[in-house]
């Protein structure tokens, strides 16, 4: 029988020690800013482009949206709001986004879409209540995903406004792309 290995307290507190370094290490190395502009490990992306101030849209009639299909068993319906959509710089497009349950609630959100840094943001969320939209200050940078619940970020990343690192020419633009329905042939990131 193999008997078991009695640690020592000195040696069970060096490698605990040791342990915290590392994490520690670890955790200041992922908040320190690499020299593409992007957080680290533990942080999201953030673009580096200076853009207008973000200005919210009047709130969103169901005569202007547009349904975006999203597949992979999404139980959501997710509509564009053609009105909404502006391009600020070479490579940010903002929109509002609706997510329909066919349960019949909404969640309605004004998000931007980087298209330099593929990564996309909650600006704020429109209130049917109060009838205003509700600023969204603590808001970062996301990474676009293809996968689970954000997956309509990666469909309009890639699908509708974004060609390559800039934003797929106007809004006008945009807007006929999404009302046709086309897919691109690049692969969904």
């Known amino acids: 029988m193999i008997a078991a290995i009695a640690w020592k307290a000195p040696i069970r507190h060096a490698l605990y020690a040791l342990a915290c370094s590392l994490l520690f290490s670890l955790a200041v190395t992922a908040s320190a800013q690499d020299s593409n502009g992007l957080q680290g490990l533990l942080e999201p992306s953030k673009p580096q482009a200076k853009v207008a101030p973000?200005?919210?849209?009047?709130?969103?009639?169901?005569?202007?949206?547009?349904?975006?299909?999203?597949?992979?068993?999404?139980?959501?319906?997710?509509?564009?709001?053609?009105?909404?959509?502006?391009?600020?710089?070479?490579?940010?497009?903002?929109?509002?986004?609706?997510?329909?349950?066919?349960?019949?609630?909404?969640?309605?959100?004004?998000?931007?879409?980087?298209?330099?840094?593929?990564?996309?943001?909650?600006?704020?969320?429109?209130?049917?209540?109060?009838?205003?939209?509700?600023?969204?200050?603590?808001?970062?940078?996301?990474r676009v995903n293809a996968g689970g619940f954000t997956r309509i970020h990666a469909v309009l990343d890639t699908d509708y406004v974004c060609e390559g690192r800039l934003a797929a020419g106007s809004s006008a633009g945009i807007v006929a792309k999404l009302k046709r329905g086309i897919h691109t042939l690049r692969p969904t990131p």
Do not use: M
């Open 54 to 142: 973000v200005q919210f849209p009047a709130a969103p009639q169901n005569s202007n949206l547009i349904k975006v299909a999203v597949t992979g068993g999404s139980t959501l319906e997710f509509f564009v709001d053609r009105s909404s959509i502006s391009i600020a710089g070479d490579a940010l497009v903002r929109y509002t986004l609706v997510a329909r349950s066919a349960h019949g609630p909404s969640n309605v959100s004004y998000e931007g879409l980087d298209c330099a840094q593929d990564s996309w943001r909650i600006y704020g969320v429109w209130s049917a209540g109060s009838q205003r939209w509700t600023p969204n200050p603590s808001s970062y940078w996301h």
